[in-house]
């Protein structure tokens, strides 16, 4: 980019406002675009920002418009276009449907619009630009004082903030966003979060209690290798998940026979036959030998991966 500008005399910087709001999602698409927030469940009909292809897709829509330019006097990142010149008529080239002509007057207005916002020697320094406007205040104050009569006051009722909005909306008053506002002045209501009900939302999640017995589920795992010891390269390791009882012992190898041995000498002839068996997906415990003496005593085999052992 900065190889094109060498040279240039004229450069110009135009953004894309809102470009990725013009490209529509195809209709069978848009569940996939489903979000859900306190107001409900909705899904984008036009590209949002945030979806991982929104970039790829709107610069390729960009580069094929442009394409006949990129490259001359035009270069597209996202939905920044950086047009270079040397002479004005650079702009007349991206219109496609109409042509501009830059002549005196143009010149002329733009020379005068340049000389008044630049400061002069012995002026004051510009006034900054105020990022407020004392309409918005005045319109934060009427939205206070209309929520208050709605929701707070004795006629408000203390109502949820769709009952509210509800209530704002029969009063013939309406701004773009009541609902966002009300559900905000709702939740800061000092007597409606002490004696509101509590809802589903505010409610944790239920989830289910296994019942397991003593000695029902066993974790098996193999530990090493580890430097030769009297001809022990291994230990295989059983743990109960109720009593957290420990059953180990060294084996030169790790194969599907030295678990059933295991299995057979530890924990069916000394606490019985289990209801399950948690083990990693290695293959002395994924085969059909074990899955044979497994299904031979009614054991039921789960696999998980390491981490959730």
């Known amino acids: 980019m900065l190889d094109r500008l060498a040279g240039r005399d004229y450069y110009y910087f135009l953004d894309g406002y809102s470009g990725y709001n013009q ?11 489903t979000f859900t927030c306190p107001y409900g469940t909705f899904a984008f009909r036009r590209m949002p920002f945030g979806l991982c292809n929104a970039p790829a897709t709107f610069r390729r829509c960009m580069m094929s418009i442009s394409s006949d330019m990129v490259e001359k006097y035009l270069e597209v990142f996202m939905d920044d276009f950086s047009v270079f010149r040397d002479t004005y008529d650079c702009l007349a080239n991206l219109a496609k449907d109409t042509t501009f002509k830059c002549d005196k007057e143009c010149l002329r207005a733009f020379k005068d619009l340049k000389s008044r916002l630049e400061p002069q020697e012995g002026n004051s320094p510009l006034i900054p630009i105020q990022e407020t406007f004392p309409d918005e205040h005045i319109l934060k104050k009427i939205k206070y004082i209309i929520l208050y009569h709605c929701h707070l006051a004795p006629s408000g009722g203390h109502f949820g903030c769709t009952r509210t909005a509800a209530k704002v909306l029969q009063a013939g008053f309406f701004w773009p966003t009541l609902f966002k506002d009300a559900y905000a002045y709702v939740r800061s209501c000092d007597r409606c979060q002490r004696v509101g009900n509590v ?23 193999f530990l090493g290798p580890f430097p030769l010891s009297f001809g022990q390269k291994y230990i295989l390791l059983a743990v109960d998940y109720v009593s957290k009882r420990v059953g180990a012992e060294a084996y030169p190898t790790n194969n599907a026979k030295v678990v ?3 299995l057979q000498k530890h924990v069916f002839t000394r606490f019985g036959t289990p209801r399950a068996i948690i083990s990693d997906e290695g293959s002395h415990f994924v085969n059909k030998w074990l899955k044979w003496l497994l299904d031979k005593h009614g054991v039921k085999h789960k696999v998980a991966i390491a981490y959730h052992l």
């Open 260 to 262: 059933m041995k295991f």
């Open 23 to 33: 490209i529509t999602v195809a209709p069978e698409d848009q569940h996939k675009t």
């Open 199 to 221: 809802t589903n939302i505010n409610e944790m999640p239920q989830t289910n209690i296994i019942e397991v017995e003593l000695f029902d589920v066993w974790c098996i795992d």
